[in-house]
């Protein structure tokens, strides 16, 4: 049978960390991703929604010391230049990985409220991690906020809350003639409806596990996968009692807190979709992806879960 899946392809899965930004670095990565993918993409609905983190950061950086420029590129901008490079290597290297059917990367744009409180409180980490002192001396100099993300120090920009992906019906429309589409990108360039209802680019970088879960909702798609870098949600992550969930329901996630900018959102994501459809959504690593969609792997978050399965 044929499901409709939407994945989140974390952009941490396109760029290790502490890995230089490459293009062929990334390339490599975006094979792998690309072959762990593909088995999914020949014989189900696939629409990808990648992240862009370390790419959006990198392309910030430059813009902010290039010397021809008056004023660094905004945000919104930046988001679709990922949008289009990222999305190139996908379906490239999709098509390369076997995949018979078309692939289309879409520009999209994600409608955000220009009042959200996010604007005030920037939690997205863009760019690399950087140790606290040179954190903090480039955050003089750019005029950035800074956060810590695990034992390093990021930028981090304003992340409102997607509120609808403005191209969502034609996304709609190339999944149900067979297309494999990458949309939603980097949670797609955010821009605001003026009083005409004009829209206009707003500085943000939006959560694309946020996004995945408002295009899977959208888009009717039976099934959410986070794909990441880590095997799955940890208990007590990063003590040495951590342990992996294997399934987890509504119920039990409502009394579990997780780090905002990491595996928050993708709980957070989870949870969104999994109420407004009752359709299972999975969290864990890449490489796992046909394990994942088996529900052989990675953490599984239902809107019940079956009393015969237990934690590990
Ligand atoms: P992506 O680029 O895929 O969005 P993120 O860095 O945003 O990746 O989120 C994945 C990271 O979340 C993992 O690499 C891990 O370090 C971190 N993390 C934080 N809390 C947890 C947890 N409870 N379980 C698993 N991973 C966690
Ligand atoms: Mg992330």
Request: aromatic letters at 4%; hydrophobic letters at 45%; charged letters at 20%.
């Amino acid at each position: 049978m044929t499901v409709r899946i939407v994945i989140a392809l974390g952009g941490n899965a396109l760029l290790a960390r502490g890995e230089s930004p490459d293009a062929g670095i990334q390339l490599k990565h975006v094979r792998v991703a690309a072959e762990a993918i593909a088995p999914l993409a020949a014989s189900h609905d696939v629409l990808i929604c990648h992240g862009n983190g370390p790419q959006v950061g990198l392309l910030a950086l430059e813009s902010e010391t290039d010397p021809a420029l008056n004023c660094p590129y905004p945000l919104d901008d930046l988001v679709a230049q990922t949008q289009g490079m990222i999305g190139y290597w996908l379906a490239q290297a999709l098509r390369n990985a076997g995949v018979g059917k078309p692939i289309v990367a879409m520009v999209t744009q994600t409608l955000v409220d220009s009042a959200d409180p996010a604007f005030s409180a920037p939690t997205k980490f863009v760019g690399p991690g950087y140790p606290r002192e040179r954190a903090r001396e480039l955050a003089d100099v750019h005029g950035w906020t800074i956060a810590a993300d695990g034992g390093r120090w990021r930028r981090v920009v304003a992340s409102p809350e997607p509120h609808r992906i403005i191209e969502q019906h034609s996304i709609t429309a190339l999944l149900d003639s067979g297309i494999v589409v990458i949309a939603g990108g980097g949670g797609g360039a955010p821009v605001a409806e003026d009083t005409a209802g004009a829209l206009r680019g707003v500085e943000a970088v939006v959560d694309k596990d946020y996004v995945a879960a408002l295009l899977g909702i959208a888009v009717g798609a039976q099934r959410l996968m986070v794909l990441t870098d880590v095997a799955g949600v940890m208990i007590n992550y990063g003590t040495p009692q951590s342990a992996q969930l294997t399934e987890v329901d509504l119920h039990e996630l409502a009394n579990m807190q997780f780090p905002a900018g990491s595996m928050g959102p993708k709980t957070e994501a989870c949870r969104r979709f999994v109420s407004a459809t009752g359709k299972p959504a999975t969290i864990g690593a890449l490489d796992d992806a046909p394990a994942l969609f088996a529900g052989t792997a990675g953490t599984t978050i239902r809107l019940r879960r079956e009393p015969s399965r237990n934690r590990n």
